[in-house]
Structures are given as structure tokens and as C-alpha cells.
């Protein structure tokens, strides 16, 4: 693999490889198995896959978690060298590349705008567009890999993609978990001792929400859900939604839920002084 940090030399490499089509898979760094599968799904359908490893700080609307943000390049780089070939190319660029000037664009995802991530974290989506956005300008990838740990996320690519008209074809891979079923995630390793002990809870709230779907209204569902992660010390639930995947809008019961759709139960937990998100598919 090739390690580039500016955005001319990227260009001319992957002219210069004229191969298609062209994976990306964009990343904060701090990477872990979730990360790879991405990595691994892209290469088994691209003849070059484009890593990129950027802590955007327009989608944090916390100093402090941005601050905070786990940065581990040499270690990614030690992951991804067992992963990507010789063609591919990790690009880590620093915020003058990407940000070359003021970003002012405001992007409008109508309710998703409105909903989980969206109301708890205000302006964070318009900050994975504009990063987003850029990453494919700079790429031109055929493909991109994102994770459904970041439901909401994957939901907001997608709507980008319809907006813009661009010919990107997204692809979302599978939560890869941990062997108590929390799902992984950068900010795992931030995580204390105990709480970490205790983390594997939000993923039995959700697996036991999703049984309960059939035969209870969704706020009976979350008052469960609350109760069963909110009962460990140092736990709290910031939200719990039922929604389908597209406008993610939440529903209350069964009866609202259509044929054709595919629903996920989506969590936001405090965990000690770490937030985690994670959701699971509801069978109709």
C-alpha cells in the first residue's frame, strides 16, 4: 500500500493506476475489526481501494470530544497493511487539504434532520456532509464503504448521494461486535473498566427489544430498554427509536410498520463519560 497526504499526488497515483472501480472506505483512524471488514469488502470488489484516515472537525459539536477523539495512525497503519495490497493507498490528509478555505455549505436531509443523532448532536450531519462530500470530489470513488454501526450516518450518505446526483454507489457493511455483543467502535477504547465489563448490555437491551416488537407498543419496548441498561452504575439511555431505514421515522407499534420497509431499533447510551450508538434490525 501507498501512504499519500496530498491530494495532487492521490490524483495523479490513481490516474496513473487507471483501474475501476475505485473503493473508498473513509475513516476517523483509531481503526478496529468493524473498520476492516469495510477494507476487506472493498478490496474483494475493487481493483483499488482508497483508505482514508481524517478526524473531521466539523462533525463534532464538542471541543472536548474532539479533543478526546482516540489518534492511533501508526497503529491503523500497522492494521492495514495486512489488509490492503500494493495499489491501494491511504490517504491522510490534514485540514488544509480537505478545507482548503471556509466551509460554509448547509445540506438539508428533511427528518432526518429531525431526528436521534440529529436533535442530540446539532449540526454533526452537516458536518459529515461537508467532509463527505469532499472525500468523494477528491476520490471520485465508484464505491463507498460505510458501517451500519452509524445507522443514521449511512441514511444521511445516501440522501447526499441522491441530492448531489452523484454516481457513487454506497455500500453499507454489517456492526461487527465484540464477544459480548457491544458493537465495535473507536470509542470503545475510551471506556473505563467496569463500564466497559458492563458495555455488552446495550446489545441485550436491543436483541430483547427486538422479540418484544410483536407484542408490545414501543414505549412499553422503551421503558424496558431504559430500565435494563439505566439499572448499571455509571449507564444511562439517552434515547431508544424504532424507525425505518430511509426517512427514520419513528413508529410506535407494529401496525405502522410496512411490507416491504426494513426497521431498526437505534440506541444512544452514556456509558461512564463515553456516548455509544448502536441499533439492531426488527423482524416484521
Known sequence: MRVIKKIKKLRNQLRKLHLSPVGLVPTMG??????????????????????????????????????????????????????????????????????????????????????????????????????????????????????????????????????????????????????????MSSRNRLLGPEIRRNAGVIFTALSEAAKMVRDHPVDKIRDHVIKKIGDLPGFSVEYFEIADDTELVPVTGTVEMQAGKRYFGCIAVKAGNVRLIDNIEIPL
Open 30 to 183: 483509531a481503526l478496529h475489526m468493524g473498520h476492516i471488514s469495510l477494507v476487506e469488502s472493498a478490496v474483494s470488489g475493487c481493483p483499488v481501494v482508497v483508505v482514508t484516515i481524517y478526524v473531521n472537525p466539523a462533525q463534532f459539536n464538542d471541543g472536548k470530544d474532539l479533543e478526546n477523539y482516540p489518534r492511533t495512525v501508526e497503529d491503523d497503519l500497522d492494521l492495514l497493511c495486512r489488509a490492503l495490497r500494493k495499489n491501494d493507498i491511504v490517504f491522510i490528509p490534514d485540514d488544509s487539504e480537505i478545507y482548503p478555505g471556509e466551509d460554509n455549505r448547509v445540506f438539508r436531509f428533511g427528518n432526518l434532520d429531525n431526528v436521534m443523532e440529529a436533535v442530540h448532536r446539532p449540526g454533526h450531519f452537516n458536518g459529515v456532509a461537508r467532509v463527505v462530500s469532499r472525500l468523494f470530489e477528491i476520490v471520485d470513488p465508484d464505491v463507498a464503504y460505510f458501517g451500519l454501526k452509524d445507522f443514521q450516518q449511512v441514511a444521511v450518505v445516501k440522501s447526499l448521494v441522491a441530492q448531489t446526483g452523484s454516481r457513487v454507489r454506497i455500500e453499507a457493511g454489517p456492526t461487527v461486535r465484540e464477544h459480548d455483543g457491544l458493537a
